[in-house]
Each structure stands twice: as structure tokens, then as C-alpha cells.
């Protein structure tokens, strides 16, 4: 099977992870990899669409409106550098544990392996915005070289609208998959109640 290079499938897997889990009543008696199947008409949720998708964009708007100048380029690059590279070794890890849930059926319920599959889209969605970010700076800051006055001023616009949108964009990313994460976490090592930030008992 050809399988095209699609960087966008990154994206569109983000989208799809904003879907809202519903437990299945039958959820013991059903194999966890077959009950996630059976959610495909699930909604989304509004909170994690206004978060991933309104939120960068209304920032992107703000720098362009206020004629952002980002002066701060080689601190930009070192920072998306070392945020994609943690998201990917972040990557890495639940990638090895999802596959422990795939090779032992009997291994975690459906709302974990939802809660992993929805965080690693998260995780990975954001890595490739950082990478972005590096790479859309450093052609900004080559445009602005003496050579080319003319390009530089619309170039540098453009460029810190996008750099601030995807910037935002990482942000978020992180920011929806560590919530998936902890809920992941304490049900997966059965967490007491007292230390368990989900359990309000306590």
C-alpha cells in the first residue's frame, strides 16, 4: 500500500481527537480496541475546539492588528527547538505504552486507550507546529538581510502572524494533552483518592 507523505493527516488527527468519549454500558464485555470503533458519531467538544483552533487564530489576528515585531528570533528557535524535541520523546513513551495496551487485550479500558490515542494527537499536532515555527523564523530573518529592503517589511509581517499563530498553536497542544495525560495516568496505576485530583471525595 503507497502511503503519501501528508502532513496534514497530523492535523486532521488532532481534529478528530477532540471527539468526547462516551463510556459504552457493555464496555467489560466488549474487546477496548473494538469498543473505540463504536464512537465514531461522538461530538466534539466546543471547549477543546475553542482552545486548538480560536485561540491561536484570535492571536494571530492580535499581531497582525497591533503590528507585532518579534525581535527575538535565535531565543524563538532555541525554545520551539527544545519544546519539539520533549513532545517527540514525549511521543516516544506513550507510543510504548499504547503498544503494550495492543499487544495485551486485556490491558486497559476503552476511555484509557482513548485518553492515550487523543494525548499522543495532541503531542504530536504540537511538535510539528514548533518545527514550523523554527523554520518560518529562520526564513524571516534571512528575508530581512540588507540584500532584500523591499521584501523585508511585508515579509516580517506575514512571518510574525504566522510564527504567533503557530506559537499559539504549540501552547494549546500541550495544553489539551496534559489533562488526557493525568486522567490517563491515575486510572491507569489505580491512584488513591487522596492523591487522585479527578476524585473530588477527598
Known sequence: MEIPMAPMSIYRGQWKSLRL??????????????????????????????????????????AYVLRLQL???DTLIAVMGILAGALIATFSQLANWRQIFKADKGLGTSAE??????????????????????????????????????????IH??????????SAHVAVS?????????SAYVQINDVIPLLNGRDKTC
Not at 463510556?23 to 477496548?32: A, M, N, T
Open 21 to 62: 468519549y462516551t463510556p459504552d454500558p457493555k464496555e467489560d464485555s466488549v474487546d477496548p480496541e473494538e469498543n473505540i470503533l463504536a464512537h465514531k458519531g461522538t461530538r466534539r467538544s466546543i471547549l477543546g475546539i475553542f482552545i486548538v483552533y480560536i485561540v491561536p487564530l484570535s492571536a494571530g489576528i492580535a
Open 157 to 166: 509581517r506575514v512571518g510574525s502572524v504566522v510564527i504567533v499563530l503557530l
Open 71 to 73: 525581535n527575538f528570533g
Open 113 to 154: 486507550r482513548w485518553l492515550l490515542d487523543s494525548s499522543i494527537a495532541h503531542i504530536l499536532a504540537g511538535a510539528y507546529s514548533a518545527v514550523l515555527v523554527s523554520i518560518i523564523t529562520l526564513i524571516a530573518m534571512a528575508v530581512q538581510l540588507p540584500a532584500l529592503p523591499c521584501l523585508s517589511p511585508w
Open 174 to 182: 500541550i495544553l489539551m494533552a496534559l489533562p488526557n495525560l493525568y
